[in-house]
């Protein structure tokens, strides 16, 4: 029996090799991550998600059933890299160190993560507020662990340096996670306008600003 026209012109259909359910969550994962470095969270799409882990969309669905699920735990994942980040950039001998050059090290090191790491950063620092519906218990939660963390961070370095003892450090971690957000937007959506070095430069000049360094010494 011979196939019709049709059929026989038809290309057949591509399908994504079988994997471990694990493995395919983390390459969904990427995939929404690399979608990501493109477009806003709003404008994220189980479609455009698909395409770039290069599956069809039943593929997806198996393992995330909802756009706000797959965000969810993207979001997990990221904080978790995200604080690893923060973790392993923190310089390890600011105790005994100058106070100004600990209070300043503590606090570049947490906002220099968000510059090489654009994408992430703009992610789980994102406003809830801002953001779907869907996406907003998720967000809050994401950024709260990223804030008792940061608040960590800055307390130590704060207490190295009586001129910080009248400081709040919860004001202070809020601005710093903004700071952070924006450069990380930035670096992201306009990056031959706001390249890394442009950056780091604003960065060591608003550290130096905050802990007294001379314009002259901030290199």
Same mark, same amino acid.
């Given at each position: 029996? !011979? ?6 012109g ?19 994962l990427? #995939? ?18 698909a395409?770039?882990a290069?599956? %069809?969309? /039943? ?30 950039t ?12 600990a ?10 993560v968000?510059?090489?790491? /654009? ?8 406003? /809830? ?7 907003r218990?998720a967000?809050?939660s994401?950024? !709260? %662990? ?11 370095g ?6 910080? #003892? ?5 004001l202070? !971690? ?16 306009? /990056?031959?306008a706001?390249?890394?070095?442009r950056?780091?430069?604003f960065v060591?000049?608003?550290v ?12």
């Open positions: 029996m !011979t196939k019709s026209r049709g059929a026989a038809r290309p057949r259909r591509r399908y994504a090799p079988r994997l471990p359910r694990e493995q395919r969550r983390a390459q969904l990427d #995939a929404a991550f690399t979608v990501l470095s493109r477009v806003e969270l709003h404008e994220l799409s189980m479609e455009a998600v395409a770039a290069g599956v %069809g969309k /039943p593929v997806l669905y198996t393992v995330f059933k909802t756009r706000a699920e797959l965000v969810e735990a993207l979001l997990e994942r990221e904080r978790e890299r995200g604080l690893e980040q923060v973790a392993t923190l310089p390890t001998d600011l105790i005994g160190a100058d106070p100004v050059t209070a300043s090290a503590t606090i570049e090191a947490f906002v220099g968000a510059l090489d790491n /654009p994408t992430r950063w703009r992610l789980i620092l994102a406003t /809830p507020g801002s953001a779907p519906d869907e996406y218990a967000l809050r994401s950024r !709260t %662990g990223i804030f008792d963390q940061a608040e960590a961070l800055v307390r130590m704060t207490a190295l340096d009586s001129r910080w #003892a009248a400081v709040d450090s919860a202070l !971690t809020n601005s710093l996670l903004s700071i952070a957000e924006m450069l990380g937007t930035l670096a992201v959506s306009e /990056p031959d706001y390249p890394k070095e950056l780091e430069e060591r000049s608003i130096g600003l905050l802990v007294g360094v001379p314009a002259a010494e901030r290199q």
